[in-house]
């Protein structure tokens, strides 16, 4: 499986944007970009994917880098609710993959 | 929608017993997989389930097993428990699709094995 390497915390000041890297120098042509997060005992919760283009949901937007070796979630407004694990995961788009390969993610503290 | 769910939340065991788990997909998700969390090592993928069929498998020890019904339910099995056997159990439902598909996660059972 690709890896995926991220940073292991993060601090953000509530209301105000957050930026989370995530470097993938080996990904394969077919792997989509996926972002989960697990909230405080709760089960890790689907954020967004995306393969080749920008992407922007309800909750987040995702920047893929042109040669598709890093990408950023980003978080438009944090709230005291996206106080959370965020892990950065690498599907390969074949069909019958189902795996998730969690790595050790992204802690986000959100200061009020 | 119903999103999915585990039964039981919690459970106590002693070493040496065995225990199984349930998970119930939403409705019209075809694979069911399973994941161990413990602090020390984190999520790891056990296996996953799709139509009946045990399709991937993760790096686990034969005691953990699994199998899933005609109506998508799932279940996972340990036998013989060990102290280090003790985690939040998770499941997540999909369509099967692969890559470009969502895994929705159920709350997860806590297993305590003392």
């Known amino acids: 499986d690709a890896k995926t390497t991220q940073p292991n915390s993060m601090e953000s000041n509530e209301e105000e944007p957050v930026h989370l890297p995530c470097n993938h120098s080996?990904?394969?042509?077919?792997?989509?970009i996926h972002w989960y997060r697990q909230l405080p005992s709760q089960g890790p919760e689907y954020v967004i994917h995306?393969?080749?283009s920008n992407v922007n949901n309800r909750m987040a937007s995702l920047a893929i880098a042109e040669d598709r070796k890093s990408s950023t979630l980003i978080l438009h407004r944090a709230t005291l609710r996206d106080a959370a694990v965020y892990y950065c995961?690498?599907?390969?788009?074949?069909?019958?993959?189902?795996?998730?390969?969690f790595g050790t993610g992204t802690r986000l503290t959100i200061i009020p | 929608k119903a999103g999915v769910t585990q039964t039981p939340r919690y459970l106590i065991k002693t070493r040496g017993q065995q225990v199984t788990l349930s998970c119930s997909p939403i409705?019209?998700?075809?694979?069911v997989s399973w994941y161990q969390q413990t602090p020390g090592q984190g999520l790891q993928f056990l296996f996953e389930?799709?139509?009946?069929?045990?399709?991937n498998k993760g790096n686990f020890p034969g005691r953990f097993s699994g199998r899933q019904f005609s109506n998508s339910r799932s279940e996972m099995n340990v036998s013989t428990l060990e102290l280090g056997d003790s985690a939040l159990y998770l499941c997540?439902?999909?369509?099967?699709?692969?890559?470009?598909?969502?895994?929705?996660f159920g709350p997860g059972t806590r297993l305590t094995v003392l």
């Open positions: 997540a439902s999909s369509t099967g699709a692969g890559g470009s598909d969502t895994q929705y």
């Open positions: 080996t990904i394969s042509g077919t792997d989509y």
């Open positions: 995306g393969l080749t």
């Open positions: 995961i690498l599907r390969d788009g074949d069909f019958g993959n189902e795996k998730l390969t």
């Open positions: 409705s019209g998700h075809r694979s």
């Open positions: 389930y799709f139509s009946e069929t045990q399709r």
